[in-house]
């Protein structure tokens, strides 16, 4: 297949197998100029080790970014906000962290006047639409190439050939082709295995969090600050999103929070499944959750619960930068005004649980929850409510009644 000439790419480049494959595949394929696109989101890799790896490959221009703060506060924030959580499990680790990576990648190729930009999602995957929905969302007049829907390999093991046969260095073997997806807020982990369902995951793969098992024995507290839904201080001590996150993380690891096992719908049609650790999200989606019930109207607690569901699907989707997903997060933070308190929660050995709330905020009234006596309620008043609300059964029932 001839492609038509392309002067310059700007490549996500991740230092991975794939992303190393699919930049020298480029240069041989389009002839063109790349330049290379390395987001920190707080994977923990020797980002300028990659950039150097890259230099190697011929690349003579690599961004590498540290974007943590930005990442955290403005991207997986607003999500926690929403308690965003897919199929009733999933924190959406990589789903977010796609959206900022595109953008910033589609802002490089407009600075450097490229035609195209390139990723390494493969064509079975949702990874591609959320980059690819970002790509025309906010810079519709690039070129998008993808390799995986290109090239006549069908296969990591072919892949892991291909490096071997161009001196591309990669750590992936062909005894452990995991693909491995790491970022401050999470770790995925899917390939090998994994692929089979009944098979339980190695506990060698996991790098966030230690086994349950393997925990202390002793539980851990933790008090959360938050402030109109954003968590700001851990145990009193105020911290900036990316390093309060980071922090949870810490703790969360050490006592086995966080670890998710999914068989998930995909967006491309089918079933796939991930192993995710989570630390630092999980207790911050409990605390979040815990204050919630104590500041928050039940009318616009509910309501805003309903939307959930949506919330959750269009950032798995990969439609962040859409005009739904932007509506459902102005709902969403309108809701959040006076979620401001301290939660505090308790890690134990892979289960963290809400162990107490208080807010200035809090909308619990002990005179009139209390089953002691009080003179706030009537408990009277309960009767004509019940008869008001049971109505419509009750002229249901006697219709049937009657016909019977």
Known sequence: MKHKPIKKIVLAYSGGLDTSVILKWLQETYQAEIIAFCADLGQGEDLQAIKAKAQSLGVKKVYVEDLRETFVKDYVLPMLRGNAMYEGCYLLGTSIARPLIARRQAEIALKEGAEAVSHGATGKGNDQVRFEVTYQALAPNLKIIAPWREWAMRSRRELIEYADRHGIPVTATKAKPYSMDLNLFHVSYEGGILEDPWE?????????????????????????????????????????????????????????????????????????????????????????????????????????????????????????????????????????????????????????????????????????????????????????????????????????????
């Open 200 to 404: 339980s995951p190695p506990d060698e793969i996991f790098q966030m969090t230690v086994s349950p098992e393997k925990a202390p024995n002793k539980p851990l507290e933790v008090e959360i600050d938050y402030e109109a839904g954003n968590p700001v201080a851990v145990d009193g001590k105020r911290m900036s999103p990316a390093t309060l996150l980071a922090h949870l993380n810490k703790l969360g690891g050490a006592h086995g929070i966080g670890r998710v096992d999914l068989v998930e719908n995909r967006y491309v049609g089918m079933k796939s499944r991930g192993v995710y650790e989570t630390p630092g999200g999980t207790i911050l989606h409990v605390a979040h959750r815990g204050l919630e019930s104590l500041t928050m109207d039940r009318e616009v607690l509910h309501l805003r619960d309903s939307l959930i569901p949506r919330f959750a699907d269009l950032i798995y989707n990969g439609y962040w930068f859409s005009p739904e997903r932007e509506m459902l997060q102005a709902a969403i933070d309108e809701a959040q005004k006076d979620v401001s308190g301290t939660a505090r929660v308790k890690l134990y050995k892979g289960s963290c649980t809400l162990a107490g709330r208080k807010s200035k905020n809090s909308l619990y009234r002990l005179d009139i929850a209390t089953f002691e006596e009080d003179d706030v309620y009537n408990q009277k008043d309960a009767e004509g409510f019940i008869r008001l609300n049971a109505l419509r059964l009750k002229i249901r029932a006697q219709r049937k009644k009657a016909s019977s």
